[in-house]
């Protein structure tokens, strides 16, 4: 249904017609307000009058739709899409911290076994689920279950597991001495960090390239202007370069831990 243009709305919007290159063209439209999102108006000549004017073509009358998106929309469309940029790059940060909380160094850490999951009634859960797991010292681990009976399938889950720790079971918990490692092993598992933080960097960087594609679809819907889209992705770069910063300073941290004696 045809809806009226109003000056006096108070609805901001911007508009562009969805008329074929083949109808008559119009006047610059310039910036109208509606109190709709969508508006309709018949295809005529050459700007607007008190009464549409009706272009026959092949014998019937054809309609363009002008459509108007509103500056409330657009604004809601770039929050969403810096919401879901932060909220992914906060989590690749986690991901990150969660895989080298998993490589042990030389000195005792609970957090090595958050990737050691354990067969508990037919489910695999992970063992912090089930135990509780403290640091009696620097160099040990102990692992108390919150159901004994799990006691096998924990030290079964640990020994199958790529940390290398045996697990010692007294019928009531389950003790891990952690080695001292190695000047040799110490420099693969920091290889094995480096690569973890390039792979967190490449997440980040496919994050950022979402959102600037994101971007470039509302400028091809015509909702931003090239020059929004050069600055919304200036301060997408910054955003990128920030968490780039938080990766290098969990990585350094990281990698102290594995090569200090």
Same mark, same amino acid.
């Given at each position: 249904?045809?809806?009226?243009?109003?000056?006096?709305?108070?609805?901001?919007?911007?508009?562009?017609?969805?008329?074929?290159?083949?109808?008559?063209?119009?006047?610059?439209?310039?910036?109208?307000?509606?109190?709709?999102?969508?508006?309709?108006?018949?295809?005529?000549?050459?700007?607007?009058?008190?009464?549409?004017?009706?272009?026959?073509?092949?014998?019937?009358?054809?309609?363009?739709?002008?459509?108007?998106?509103? #500056?409330?929309? =657009?604004?809601?469309?770039?929050?969403? #899409?810096?919401?879901?940029?932060?909220?992914?790059?906060?989590?690749? =940060?986690?991901?990150?911290?969660?895989?080298?909380?998993?490589?042990?160094?030389?000195?005792?850490?609970?957090? =090595?076994?958050?990737?050691?999951?354990?067969?508990?009634?037919?489910?695999?859960?992970?063992?912090?689920?089930?135990?509780?797991?403290?640091?009696?010292?620097?160099?040990?681990?102990?692992?108390?279950?919150?159901?004994?009976?799990?006691?096998?399938? #924990?030290?079964?889950?640990? &020994?199958?597991?790529?940390?290398?720790?045996?697990?010692?079971?007294?019928?009531?918990? *389950?003790?891990?001495? #952690?080695?001292?490692?190695?000047?040799?092993?110490?420099?693969?598992?920091?290889?094995?960090?480096?690569?973890?933080?390039?792979?967190?960097?490449?997440?980040?960087?496919? *994050?950022?390239?979402?959102?600037?594609?994101?971007?470039?679809?509302?400028?091809?819907?015509?909702?931003?202007?090239?020059?929004?889209?050069?600055?919304?992705?200036?301060?997408?770069?910054?955003?990128?370069?920030?968490?780039?910063?938080?990766?290098?300073?969990?990585?350094?941290?990281?990698?102290?831990?594995?090569?200090? &004696?």
């Amino acid at each position: 249904m045809p809806m009226a243009l109003s000056p006096a709305s108070s609805v901001r919007s911007i508009c562009y017609s969805s008329v074929p290159d083949s109808y008559p063209k119009f006047g610059s439209l310039g910036s109208w307000s509606a109190s709709s999102s969508y508006v309709n108006f018949r295809v005529g000549a050459r700007g607007f009058s008190g009464k549409p004017l009706v272009v026959k073509h092949s014998r019937n009358k054809r309609r363009g739709v002008l459509k108007c998106a509103t #500056i409330e929309e =657009i604004e809601a469309e770039k929050s969403m #899409i810096e919401k879901d940029v932060k909220e992914r790059m906060e989590k690749t =940060i986690d991901n990150v911290k969660f895989s080298f909380n998993s490589i042990r160094t030389g000195r005792a850490n609970p957090a =090595i076994l958050d990737k050691v999951e354990v067969e508990y009634y037919g489910t695999p859960v992970s063992l912090k689920s089930i135990a509780q797991i403290s640091t009696p010292d620097a160099s040990s681990l102990l692992v108390q279950p919150y159901d004994k009976s799990s006691l096998k399938e #924990i030290e079964k889950a640990i &020994v199958g597991s790529d940390l290398g720790l045996t697990p010692n079971n007294d019928g009531e918990v *389950i003790r891990l001495t #952690i080695p001292q490692l190695t000047a040799e092993r110490r420099k693969e598992l920091s290889k094995v960090v480096a690569k973890q933080a390039e792979e967190g960097k490449v997440a980040i960087r496919n *994050i950022r390239r979402d959102a600037i594609k994101s971007y470039e679809k509302l400028e091809k819907d015509k909702k931003l202007s090239e020059d929004n889209v050069k600055d919304l992705s200036g301060d997408l770069q910054k955003m990128t370069d920030e968490y780039m910063k938080k990766i290098d300073s969990i990585y350094k941290q990281k990698e102290k831990e594995l090569l200090t &004696v």
